[in-house]
Antibody, heavy 117, light 110 residues
């Protein structure tokens, strides 16, 4: 059974930074593409970033390029999202998800990021 | 980066069939067979219902089916049940934005 657990969310001022983490248990994390997907309060889903199993291929949505960095530690079965220069529009519930067959088959419960002064 | 277009809401009576559309462009929906569909109940994480246009993951009811014609993908729910009441999102690979989601559709069971 796959179990993804996100952590690291919280309240941060505009321009600040946060580092999100996602811990996995139960499946071949090291062999899987992983993603971050976010959902602003009361809004739809937005893909944020993808990372290949070995971390060599990385993709971002344009709105976070240069500000967010996705990374992984396969030895610790963990996924991370370093978020810098945060803006109000980055306020959202951030989900960690396994990327599978051009979609996402396993999702965590999300961690809430609120950017506000 | 524009989201794929879905109707804001769709409703049907218990036992009926409904179809949710997802309209994109040649850069995404019609260009690739990489459309997926997600069900999201309030306060819950999304659940994969359909991948690669027509495929159901193990454990997903056969009442859910997917299709595509041109720039529009569709999710059909047959034999509508109370538990199907949720938000539904499509997604597609895109040559311009890597991945794009739909605007979301609220399904109401009357």
């Amino acid at each position: 059974e796959v179990h993804l657990v996100e952590s690291g969310g919280g309240l941060v001022q505009p321009g600040g930074s946060l580092r999100l983490s996602c811990a996995d248990s139960g499946f071949m994390f090291s062999g899987s593409w992983m993603s971050w997907v976010r959902q602003a309060p009361g809004k739809g889903l937005e893909w944020v970033a993808n990372i290949s199993p070995d971390g060599s291929d990385i993709y971002y949505v344009d709105s976070v390029k240069g500000r967010f960095t996705i990374s992984r530690d396969n030895a610790k079965n963990s996924l991370h999202l370093q978020m810098n220069s945060l803006r109000a529009e980055d306020t959202a519930l951030y989900y960690c998800a396994r990327h599978w067959n051009w979609g996402w088959d396993y999702w965590g419960q999300g961690t809430l990021v609120t950017v506000s002064s | 980066q524009s989201a794929l277009t879905q109707p804001a809401s769709v409703s049907g009576s218990s036992g009926q069939s409904i179809t949710i559309s997802c309209t994109g462009t040649s850069s995404d929906v019609s260009g690739y067979n990489y459309v997926s569909w997600y069900q999201q109940h309030p306060g819950k994480a999304p659940k994969l219902m359909i991948y690669q246009v027509t495929n159901r993951p193990s454990g997903v009811s056969t009442r859910f089916s997917g299709s595509k014609s041109g720039n529009t993908a569709s999710l059909t729910i047959s034999g509508l049940q109370a538990e199907d009441e949720a938000d539904y999102y499509c997604s597609s690979y895109s040559s311009t934005t890597t991945y794009v989601f739909g605007t979301g559709t609220k399904v109401t069971v009357l």
